[in-house]
């Protein structure tokens, strides 16, 4: 058991008063009171001292990290591990503390430290789980996705295949189903596990088909998780099956464009759009040399803050990058004019995944970015028609999914329906 310590009577009478104040105290103020009673009565001030060193480090209100932020965290986790691992509450407390901890690792680019602390939250994780008889370990998804940005994926997906399996039988009640399926299939296609990747889209639309069916949930999300399927069909060789899911997304989007959803839904199908819209580009966005990758697979929201700031900064390389390369493209279409394509794809979709959480400016920042790769890959066309007409099928989906985000279901449906023109596909 933790031992009481002798303090000095007056500190003590000072901490109490500033806690049973009636005044507003600050967050400093309260870690200094818990700092002198935690060694009085460490059962009842312990855990209360590691909660306000957290709270200390960050403030929500502002935004703002504390100036020792990293320093008050590791505070919080040194207080966590003191508690007597007697007391039922003590491994709750850890695990916040812990998890505070390893996103400021992040958050400074020590993210070897960030990921064993990960590490130590799953196994926290395990132990609680076969505890409690929870089938759904606390901690995995946050490994899977630490592995994933440091290129692990055959564990990732390993990990991730355990997660969603775990939480299949609950079925997609709390929603949080529909996010982790995403993450599995990123992980599993990251792996190379085609056969697996493919079956785990089909079950996310089949399981979004549902919902919408019964107006559990948007039938915008049951569009984006079919032209997904359809994407990674072609990518895997199944063109007949990724015409076929291209034609149920078809009478999905009449439907939208006659009638629009047939609720009011919050706003989280944007970034259900945004997580689909950044996989499709997650190969052709990757370089060795541009830092981390995010898990391709997970809302930006859960991206670790080194790995995401990395993604975002890229934007302003890549902008002069596509300005350069198209004065060279318009001197030497044959030679730049593909790769023009590629770049500003990479750049639009970055910038859409950016502006998306931002929604009073998401509109405006990106549609002429969705534009310019419309009209690029109509050029192509005269250079390329084979590859001309795949690209510009490619991009008119594209903005056409950007045209449901923003709830412009006509033009939605006109790009959709010159996208399968472009690959034969329309009537």
Request: aromatic share 6%; hydrophobic share 40%.
């Amino acid at each position: 058991m933790n031992q009481p310590r002798k303090v000095d009577q007056d500190d003590i009478v000072r901490a109490r008063n500033v806690l049973l104040a009636s005044g507003r105290r600050t967050p400093s103020e309260e870690v200094d009171a818990y700092r002198v009673l935690a060694q009085v009565s460490p059962v009842s001030y312990l855990p209360l001292l590691a909660s306000a060193l957290q709270h200390l480090s960050y403030d929500g209100g502002s935004g703002k990290r504390h100036a020792s932020c990293l320093a008050l965290c590791e505070e919080a986790v040194a207080v966590a591990r003191s508690i007597d691992p007697a007391e039922p509450g003590r491994a709750d407390v850890l695990y916040q503390a812990l998890n505070t901890f390893q996103r400021e690792l992040y958050e400074v680019g020590r993210r070897t430290e960030g990921l064993a602390l990960r590490a130590e939250m799953l196994a926290m994780g395990r132990a609680q789980a076969e505890l409690s008889g929870d089938p759904v370990v606390q901690g995995l998804g946050e490994w899977a996705a630490g592995l994933s940005e440091e290129g692990r994926y055959a564990e990732a997906a390993d990990a991730m295949t355990e997660l969603v399996a775990a939480m299949l039988p609950g079925g997609p009640r709390s929603g949080a189903l529909a996010w982790s399926l995403l993450e599995w299939i990123a992980a599993l296609h990251d792996a190379g596990r085609s056969g697996e990747a493919l079956a785990a889209f089909g079950t996310l639309v089949g399981m979004e088909a549902t919902e919408a069916a019964e107006d559990r949930g948007p039938m915008a999300c049951h569009l984006y998780s079919l032209i997904g399927y359809a994407q990674m069909l072609d990518a895997y060789g199944q063109s007949r099956q990724a015409a076929l899911a291209r034609q149920e997304a078809l009478v999905l989007l009449e439907e939208l464009a006659d009638t629009g959803e047939r609720k009011v839904w919050s706003g989280y199908q944007m970034s259900f759009w945004a997580v689909l819209l950044s996989m499709s580009s997650a190969e052709s966005g990757r370089s060795a040399s541009d830092g981390p990758h995010p898990s391709s697979g997970a809302d930006p929201m859960h991206w670790s803050p080194s790995a995401k700031q990395c993604y975002f900064d890229s934007r302003h390389a890549l902008r002069e990058e596509v300005d350069a390369l198209a004065l060279r493209a318009a001197e030497d279409p044959d030679r730049h004019l593909a790769e023009l394509v590629r770049l500003n794809r990479v750049l639009t979709i970055r910038s859409a995944v950016y502006w998306e959480s931002r929604t009073h400016r998401f509109a405006k920042e990106v549609h002429s970015l969705f534009d310019d790769g419309v009209s690029l890959a109509r050029r192509l066309i005269r250079h390329d028609p084979e590859q001309g007409k795949q690209t510009l099928a490619r991009n008119l989906i594209d903005r056409s999914t950007f045209h449901t985000a923003t709830h412009e279901f006509g033009p939605a449906l006109d790009d959709f329906r010159q996208a399968l023109s472009c690959l034969g596909e329309g009537d």
